[in-house]
């Protein structure tokens, strides 16, 4: 069973940076393309980043402003986001997101596996 497992929330104050991580376990095939989402408080869940492995290219959402940075290492199907100079409307639940091969649609919201989620707390 595929299982997406996220870390590296937590508490930082407006202006620090935090390192999100989420491993793919339980998968025969590499995940492309990995994302990250999140969803604010009273809010719908929306895209931040993506990372497609087959050509290396990344995507991130407008609000991210060059301050996020999505990587990962494919063989491993693991994931990162590095979040720099952090806003409190980054507060939210976390979300990692993988598409396993012949699961097609947008790489913006089309994921056949996402975790649990991981809670993001940015304090003025």
């Known amino acids: 069973q595929v299982q997406l497992v996220e870390s590296g929330g937590g508490l930082v104050q407006a202006g620090g940076s935090l390192r999100l991580s989420c491993a793919a376990s339980?998968?025969?095939?590499?995940?492309?393309?990995m994302g990250w989402f999140r969803q604010a408080p009273g809010k719908e869940r929306e895209f931040v980043a993506v990372i497609t492995w087959s050509d290396g290219k990344t995507d991130d959402a407008d609000f991210v402003e060059g301050r996020f940075t999505i990587s990962g290492d494919s063989a491993k199907n693991t994931v990162y986001l590095q979040m720099n100079r952090m806003k409190t409307e980054a507060t939210g639940v976390y979300y990692c997101a993988g598409r396993t091969p012949y699961y097609s649609g947008s790489v913006y919201h089309d994921y056949n596996y996402w975790g649990q989620g991981t809670q993001v707390t940015v304090s003025s």
């Open positions: 339980g998968s025969t095939f590499n995940m492309s393309p």
